[in-house]
């Protein structure tokens, strides 16, 4: 069996995923790879800027991010 995907996107971290599901609004077909086979338990800290906000916003997820980032701090 073939796959024809239009995007290949290596990493299925915050940036291959934020990619895969602009893409997918879109309408363009992509494959995410990722080198681990599971889910981890550990991350990384993510510090954001104006233009990342402008980003998260564009695809919807920005004010989500926000409450979330309130409900750390209390």
Same mark, same amino acid.
């Given at each position: 069996?073939?796959?024809?995907?239009?995007?290949?996107? &290596?990493?299925?971290?915050?940036?291959?995923?934020?990619? !895969? $599901?602009?893409?997918?609004?879109?309408?363009?077909?992509?494959?995410?790879?990722?080198?681990?086979?599971?889910?981890?338990?550990?991350?990384? #800290? %993510?510090?954001?800027?104006?233009? !990342?906000?402008? #980003?998260?916003? !564009?695809?919807? &997820?920005?004010?989500? $991010?926000?409450?979330?980032? %309130? #409900?750390? $701090?209390?």
């Amino acid at each position: 069996m073939q796959v024809v995907e239009d995007v290949v996107i &290596v990493g299925a971290g915050i940036s291959g995923l934020t990619t !895969a $599901l602009g893409l997918h609004r879109l309408g363009i077909r992509s494959l995410v790879l990722e080198s681990f086979d599971s889910l981890r338990i550990t991350g990384f #800290a %993510l510090t954001t800027w104006t233009n !990342a906000w402008k #980003a998260l916003d !564009a695809i919807g &997820v920005g004010d989500h $991010l926000r409450q979330q980032h %309130l #409900a750390l $701090l209390g």
